[in-house]
């Protein structure tokens, strides 16, 4: 049974930082999209980056490019999501995702989506940030 567990999560105060982690157990494919996506209580869930782990640079939401990078492990099978300079309504609860839709174009190559429609979830993790 594949499990993605969430940590990393926490509290800090406004241009602070956070580094989230994200094990998938029980994988045996090894190439796949992951992505990390967030939700406050009674909005939708949001996209946040998305990375396939069989290479390739990984995939930014405007919301947080330049201030969230994504990056894997692959010997591990984790993914990693470091973030810089939060800002109160990054307040959210954090998900990582894993088995979201594949494109691949020749120009690309594989490219993974934001939408949040990928098959497997962590519980999530709580960000919470003070001004």
């Known amino acids: 049974q594949t499990q993605l567990v969430e940590s990393g999560g926490g509290s800090v105060q406004d241009g602070g930082s956070l580094r989230l982690s994200c094990a998938a157990a029980g994988y045996t494919r090894r190439s796949k999209c992951m992505g990390w996506f967030r939700q406050v209580p009674g909005k939708q869930r949001e996209g946040l980056a998305a990375i396939y782990t069989g290479g390739g640079p990984p995939e930014y939401a405007d919301s947080v490019k330049g201030r969230f990078t994504m990056t894997q492990d692959n010997s591990k099978d984790m993914v990693f999501l470091q973030m810089d300079r939060l800002k109160p309504e990054d307040t959210a609860m954090y998900y990582c995702?894993?088995?979201?839709?594949?494109?691949?174009?020749?120009?690309?190559?594989?490219?993974?989506?934001?939408?949040?429609?990928?098959?497997?979830w962590g519980q999530g993790t709580q960000v919470t940030v003070a001004s």
């Open positions: 995702a894993a088995e979201g839709p594949t494109s691949f174009t020749a120009r690309t190559g594989y490219t993974c989506g934001l939408i949040p429609n990928y098959t497997i």
